[in-house]
């Protein structure tokens, strides 16, 4: 099946970086559950989630994040996101932004709008699992990906 969505094998291509798309029975697509049935090492599995200002200028950000990883919600994303009040963008906020379902959101291919923020443990991986953009696949690449997605910065502390 192989089943990603066309801009993202697009993007993946246009590195030229070695990747691999996984199948992914969707009913099993969430991080742990994917881990723990395909064999995966949670250590290498990047989650995407998108974070929001509750106060002042409504502002998003995507953060891409080791699944053994928290993120810094309180201290980090407030102060990147200048505001007093941060929380995680609900899941049709998160479709809206993304064009993607919870359980597939990949931090590639991204709207050039949204900013990614990429903990800077994610970079010490030999590689990492991603969401494939939808709930029937995964990719599986070096985390130098992020050297080619817009709008990047490599956050250190962004998790814990």
Request: charged share 25%; net charge positive; proline share 4%.
């Amino acid at each position: 099946m192989n089943d990603t969505l066309p801009k993202i094998r697009q993007f993946l291509e246009s590195t030229n970086l070695k990747f691999e798309v996984m199948d992914c029975d969707p009913e099993l697509a969430d991080t742990k559950i994917f881990c723990k049935e395909y064999g995966i090492n949670l250590n290498d599995s990047v989650n995407a989630i998108v974070v929001k200002t509750k106060t002042g200028e409504l502002k998003y950000a995507a953060c891409a994040l080791l699944a053994t990883t928290k993120l810094d919600i309180n201290k980090m994303i407030r102060k990147k996101l200048e505001a007093r009040k941060v929380s995680f963008a609900d899941i049709e906020e998160t479709i809206k932004l993304t064009a993607m379902n919870i359980g597939g959101v990949t931090p590639l291919a991204l709207p050039s709008a949204l900013p990614l923020w990429v903990d800077s443990k994610v970079m010490k991986r030999n590689y990492i699992i991603l969401g494939g953009g939808n709930r029937l696949s995964k990719i599986k690449v070096t985390p130098k990906i992020f050297y080619y997605t817009l709008n990047t910065e490599i956050v250190e502390g962004l998790a814990n």
